[in-house]
């Protein structure tokens, strides 16, 4: 896909603030407030797909997109749609729509062209089922730019004629084989149907079943074709590094890191960041928890730079916090460990990075810590590498102690072998006339433990974050399994209740539709749905006790297969 990084030592080919030019945001083409605000955000480089993707989409053409969270997809088409908008808006009407399959990815991806477009002045609504109709009436009545929205909610505002796709100059398709399989292959068709047969229309979908090629072969005009991981066949150059992952959510990364490095203990480690905030973010932290780190992005000097690689170098420092760009280049002797504090964007810079170790013969060790929704990116890192990258689980407390306790055990083995130890001689002997000897070295052992490894603050143990996001093995028609689909899932631990739904099989209502209502509009992913029974004229649908209420509100503000039905807990027969 993009030529590897150069990797040689003093890069000559780069901007003052040590952009590689071929590489650099303002290559693309984009608006002046579009790069202000990436520079806010301290993205130093477009990732390979935004790189593909900008360029034809800034041009007006279709593009179908095989990638998966964790590229840099969203920036991918928000860049240009945000770009695009300015010429195309006049009026009140939006300008473009993303469809997406559920309401977290609503409000995440919204978010986001919200940062991108604020000097622009975009006005952007999410919108999806769950959330009170009134706001977003008031809020597409004033005027709106871009609508972030789940189909069915999207289906709803059309039919009330009060989402208007008249004016639409994009609408992009995020997560489309998500979209499918939660069976809302007829809500989005109704509304492509509504929008003008101008507009440039762009699909991604993580994976590329014929569903989706159908799909795209009926909406595309001539797309421009993009996959990440496919051409870039790098398994020679992958070096022999352990490779390992551990899947652990936003919040509990810091300390995920900590843990990791303490039961690892590095020489020298270098973490990689995707942005020169988080870079200068986590370098506080670590520093905070105690580890001796050093920030590396594109914003330093080049005196600062090298302060920063001699403190390395020197053994003053054990961890270098960094940018892909800002440590390109590098080549540090004392470097062990490659941490990637995200996935990376693309299988060649993950290449890239792990490269920094395991060179000439040295061990290394490549360490990833991936969110739940990344584990498709890891997966596809491993295609294209052939190499394995093993999931391993966070260190425990108990873990954490034992490693504590061997490290202590060390000191006094090396201290027993190397050390002069007559002078303390006296202490012992004087003691042994009031204590047992064993007495004696156990509490000289806690002293030594004391010293050697202080208690950590850090005593909650770290919750191992479940693998979300598009799962192995579905079936790709969106069908599940017939009409009850108890028999071949995993029964659901914990308490789950039904949630009867008046409409059934005579109301057309399938699996997937009962399952599409309510992932988009509600929080719910499909795996946390249980059976589902449709007998004539209801159904039941089997969901954890917790999320029971929003459920039942989501699906009594959505319509399935057009009707609104009545919804509520099942008394166990009344009404059948
Ligand atoms: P996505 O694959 O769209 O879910 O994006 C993954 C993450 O990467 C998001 O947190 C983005 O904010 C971040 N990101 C996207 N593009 C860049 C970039 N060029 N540089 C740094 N971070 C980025």
Redesign the pocket.
């Given at each position: 896909m993009s030529s590897a990084p150069a990797q040689h030592d003093a890069p000559t080919d780069t901007t003052p603030d040590g952009t590689d030019e071929a590489h650099a945001?303002t290559e693309l083409g984009l608006r002046a407030e579009l790069l202000g605000a990436?520079a806010a955000?301290?993205?130093?480089?477009?990732?390979p797909i935004?790189r593909e993707a900008i360029p034809p989409l800034l041009d007006g053409r279709d593009l179908l997109g095989q990638?998966?969270?964790?590229?840099?997809?969203?920036?991918?088409f928000a860049l240009p749609l945000l770009h695009r908008m300015v010429a195309h808006r006049d009026g009140g009407d939006p300008v473009a729509l993303v469809l997406v399959p559920t309401r977290e990815l609503a409000v995440?991806v919204s978010e986001?062209f919200h940062r991108y477009g604020k000097d622009l002045g975009a006005r952007v609504l999410p919108i999806y089922g769950g959330q009170p109709i009134g706001r977003q009436l008031r809020a597409l009545d004033s005027g709106v730019d871009v609508v972030v929205a789940t189909p069915g909610r999207a289906l709803d505002h059309i039919a009330r004629g009060t989402l208007r796709l008249g004016g639409l100059a994009t609408v992009v398709l995020d997560e489309a084989d998500e979209m499918l399989d939660m069976g809302f292959a007829e809500d989005i068709e109704a509304i492509l149907e509504h929008a003008p047969a101008q507009r440039q229309t762009v699909l991604f979908s993580a994976t590329m079943p014929s569903r989706i090629d159908g799909m795209a072969r009926q909406h595309l005009r001539e797309p421009v074709r993009i996959e990440i991981g496919r051409e870039q066949q790098v398994a020679g150059a992958a070096p022999r590094v352990r490779q390992s992952a551990y899947i652990v959510t936003r919040a509990h990364k810091p300390a995920a890191l900590g843990r990791v490095l303490d039961v690892e203990s590095p020489t020298a480690a270098i973490v990689f960041c995707?942005?020169r905030e988080e870079v200068d973010r986590l370098t506080e932290t670590m520093n905070g928890r105690g580890y001796r780190s050093e920030a590396l992005h594109g914003g330093m000097s080049q005196e600062q730079r090298d302060r920063v690689m001699g403190r390395l170098r020197a053994g003053t420092a054990d961890l270098l916090v960094a940018t892909d760009v800002a440590a390109r280049g590098l080549d540090v002797e004392q470097l062990t460990h490659v941490v990637n504090y995200?996935v990376p964007?693309a299988p060649e810079s993950y290449v890239h990075r792990i490269g920094r170790v395991g060179r000439a013969g040295r061990e290394g060790v490549a360490i990833t810590l991936a969110e739940p929704r990344e584990h498709r990116m890891l997966k596809t890192i491993e295609r294209v590498t052939g190499q394995r990258i093993t999931i391993d689980k966070i260190p425990t407390v108990a873990d954490m102690r034992t490693r504590r306790l061997e490290l202590t055990q060390a000191a006094l083995r090396e201290s027993l072998l190397e050390d002069d130890l007559d002078p303390y001689r006296v202490i012992v002997e004087t003691l042994t006339d009031e204590f047992d000897l064993m007495e004696v070295a156990l509490a000289a052992v806690k002293l030594a433990h004391e010293v050697t490894s202080p208690g950590s603050d850090d005593e909650e143990e770290i919750p191992q974050a479940p693998v979300r996001g598009p799962r192995e093995g579905r079936p790709e028609s969106g069908g599940r399994g017939g009409d009850r689909r108890g028999g071949g899932r995993p029964r659901m631990g914990g308490n789950t209740v039904q949630v009867f739904v008046g409409l059934g099989r005579r109301a057309g209502v399938r699996p997937q539709d009962l399952v599409g209502a309510i992932t988009g509009e509600t929080g719910i992913r499909g795996r946390d749905i249980g059976s589902i029974e449709i007998a004539d004229r209801f159904s039941l649908v089997e969901v954890p006790q917790g999320v029971a209420d929003e459920v039942i509100s989501g699906l009594r503000s959505s319509t399935i297969k057009g009707r609104k039905a009545t919804v509520r807990r099942d008394r166990g027969g009344d009404e059948r």
């Open positions: 945001f990436l955000l301290g993205y130093e480089e477009p990732t935004q990638a998966a969270t964790g590229t840099g997809k969203t920036a991918a995440q986001a995707r942005s995200d964007s």
